[in-house]
């Protein structure tokens, strides 16, 4: 069974840096892609970064490009987040997910951004 | 970006009685090797998103079989045969054959 697990989130101040972990279980780390997505309070599902199993292979959202960088470690079946200079519109909830389709979800990580 | 638009927004649903949630894409989920990439997911209240449907119809392991999923191109349909009380929470589908992915807005589905 696929277990993902975030750590990490907290409260930072605008122009802040936060690095969200993911610690995998449960399957082949290496062997699979994995996503960031977020949630605002009371808001949609919003797409993050996606990272392919051997890192060859990044994208981004617009609305993070060039702030954040999504990072895998295969050998400790790691996933991170770097977010550097954050804004109040990176709160959120964060989820680490499992495969191309999104097909596994972890419990996510809240990350507060204010002064 | 391809934009994933979602109707209705929200649902009430009588217990027993069926529920439909449309979604239509900016632009065609069909890829070259002849599947259409959309996804539906589940949020019930306070809970991680979970898969329900990957490439249109087709059911995660788990999935009840009241829930199933149709369309083609640009435009998709997740029904729900009889609305049990687990199933309130919100609905979004999903693209995953452009990028940036994109959600629909989410329809959030209530008992009556």
């Known amino acids: 069974e696929v277990q993902l697990v975030e750590s990490g989130g907290g409260l930072v101040q605008p122009g802040g840096s936060l690095r969200l972990s993911c610690a995998a279980s449960g399957f082949t780390f290496s062997s699979y892609s994995m996503n960031w997505v977020r949630q605002a309070p009371g808001k949609g599902l919003e797409w993050v970064s996606y990272?392919?199993?051997?890192?060859?292979?990044?994208y981004y959202a617009d609305s993070v490009k060039g702030r954040f960088t999504i990072s895998r470690d295969n050998a400790k079946n790691l996933l991170y987040l770097q977010m550097n200079s954050l804004r109040a519109e990176d709160t959120a909830v964060y989820y680490c997910v499992h495969g191309y389709s999104l097909d596994s979800w972890g419990q996510g990580s809240l990350v507060t951004v204010s002064s | 970006d391809v934009v994933m638009t979602q109707s209705p927004l929200s649902l009430p649903v009588t217990l027993g009685q069926p529920a439909s949630i449309s979604c239509r894409s900016s632009q065609s989920l069909v890829y070259s090797d002849g599947n259409t990439y959309l996804n539906w997911f589940q949020q019930r209240p306070g809970q991680s998103p979970r898969r329900l449907i990957y490439?249109?119809?087709n059911r995660d392991s788990g999935v009840p079989d009241r829930f199933s999923g149709s369309g083609s191109g640009t435009d998709f349909t997740l029904k729900i045969s009889r609305v049990e009380a687990e199933d309130v929470g919100v609905y979004y589908c999903m693209q995953d054959i452009h990028w940036p992915r994109t959600f629909g807005q989410g329809t959030k589905l209530e008992v009556k």
């Open positions: 990272i392919s199993s051997s890192s060859s292979t990044i």
């Open positions: 490439k249109v119809s």
